[in-house]
């Protein structure tokens, strides 16, 4: 009978695997995520003048339909749609 010996390292294979994982959690546990907002993102969430004008627009649009004065400018809605599709 011939024993052959298979060296240290294989009496237990998981032992390296086990080594790994240890260093991949200790690796994620140190980064973390990191948000950063830009000087004119942070502007244009503090001038809200334009939600203002453009919610006052809406809210007369809606009166004027609901009131029956609205009137569509047939020429203006065939030119825009003209350059629109000529681009």
Known sequence: MKITSFGV???????KQQKAQKATESKSAVTADKIEISSAAKEMSASSTYN???????????????SGTYQVDAKKVAEDMLNYYRK
Request: proline letters at 5%.
């Open 9 to 15: 390292n294989s009496v237990n294979p998981y032992n």
């Open 52 to 66: 203002a004008e453009r919610a006052q627009k809406i809210q007369k649009l809606k009166e004027e339909i609901q």
